[in-house]
């Protein structure tokens, strides 16, 4: 049995705040809608391959878990972060990733940072860090808080170039700060 999706929250920040850092890229955010919905599913799928290409289930088992796992995450996120922006991520025009933020001092939260596989590697990751940094301080927030998944190397990597230290671990995710102001490169 699938959850009826909720919308997402009506969007409170200005995706056009330091809109500069994300045009150099040709990157955009909108804020997301019901519409999104899809795109969001099929995002959802392709981060958790690797995952699920080592149990043997047949596409008529996988697909369903798989729709109900985002129905779960995505009534999760809506309901717990009703306050947060939640965003399409394009480049040049083309649905990329998602990015849901919540921008509550005195440290934002990454809820998710998200790309398609044809986007990751490129620096679109640090482009939309350096855009939430960038807001962070626009605000005077004193920095922004994250949680990564251990099994994502390359997105800690990601984030410890991107100045993010390692504050706890819980369960699978390892979390991690950026502190404004402070000395870290």
Known sequence: MQLALAPFPASRCDAFACAHLLSARDLSLRAATTQDLPFMRKLYGLLRA???????????????????????????????????????????????????????????????????????????GSILLAWVKALAAENSADGIDLHVDQRNPDAQRLYARQGFAVTHREGPYIGMRWIRNAQLS
């Open 50 to 124: 690797d995952e699920l290409n080592q149990v043997a289930w047949p596409e008529a088992v996988r697909q369903p878990f798989l729709d109900s796992q985002f129905s779960l995450q995505h009534h999760h996120f809506v309901t717990h972060y009703a306050r947060a922006d939640f965003y399409v991520v394009q480049h040049q025009g083309t649905d990329a990733g998602r990015l849901y933020l919540l921008r509550e001092p005195p440290y934002f939260h990454i809820i998710e940072i998200a790309l398609l596989p044809a986007y990751r590697g490129g620096g679109l």
